[in-house]
């Protein structure tokens, strides 16, 4: 298994520019979660999935932040129109049922604004 | 609601000391525990968890960690740390019956110096 996926990797954009991120979780997992990291406020959740349905958005920062999951296998993270202050590391993590409680962590996207 | 207490931001040791990374946690219902390791530029890995049974629980690098429910702790602790124990380590803590969602700690920095 090729584990979660996230793309890009790198993102660097200026102010007032659309950012979309991308995540595929680990095939057969029904949840999925986006986090933000960042030296001051350490991780945070934004939001996250259950079978495709958004649960808990109450970590979204504000409506310039959205997010989907048209399908068990792919979510994005969109931030329109983005702020320097967005600058942070995001990660996606899904979780199964036959994962015994443990989430698995993509190797995050990290996004630099201008 | 749950919440996790990382009671040190930062620990530096030398190579072979033994370390604990303390960790409190509160919550008015029973909970799962986990420690995450996160090395640069890495997504987060499940190190150990504790979800019950035994309140010793080990991981296969060496580390352990023990669930102490009157005292809400769950410190991890290695006898002999490694150069490759570099990392930072986050705790966390999930309501048994919720979805997945991990309330994290804010980390601990873990600098092994030769």
């Known amino acids: 298994d090729a584990g979660v996926i996230q793309s890009p990797r790198h993102e660097v954009t200026e102010m007032g520019q659309e950012v979309t991120l991308r995540c595929k979780p680990i095939s057969g997992h029904n949840s999925l979660f986006w986090y933000r990291q960042t030296m001051m406020r350490g991780l945070e959740l934004l939001i996250y999935?259950?079978?495709?349905?958004?649960?808990?958005d109450s970590g979204m920062p504000e409506d310039r932040f959205s997010a989907k999951m048209p399908n068990a296998s792919f979510s994005t993270l969109k931030i329109q129109p983005s702020e320097p202050r967005d600058s942070a590391v995001y990660f996606c993590?899904?979780?199964?049922?036959?994962?015994?409680?443990?989430?698995?962590f993509g190797p995050g996207t990290r996004l630099t604004v201008l | 609601a749950q919440s996790v207490t990382q009671l040190d931001s930062q620990v530096p040791v030398f190579e072979e000391a033994p370390v604990e990374l303390r960790c409190n946690y509160s919550s008015s219902v029973s909970v799962y525990l986990f420690w995450y390791v996160q090395y640069p530029n890495q997504g987060l890995q499940l190190l150990l968890k504790?979800?019950?049974?035994?309140?010793l629980v080990e991981s296969i690098n060496g580390f352990e960690a023990e669930f102490n429910k009157s005292q809400t702790s769950f410190h991890l602790r290695k006898p002999s740390v490694h150069i490759s124990d570099t990392a930072e380590y986050f705790c966390a803590v999930k309501r048994g019956t919720s979805y997945g969602k991990l309330t994290f700690g804010q980390g601990t920095i873990l600098t092994v110096h030769p």
């Open positions: 993590a899904s979780i199964g049922t036959e994962s015994d409680n443990e989430q698995f």
């Open positions: 999935f259950n079978n495709n349905v958004p649960i808990d």
């Open positions: 504790y979800l019950s049974g035994s309140t």
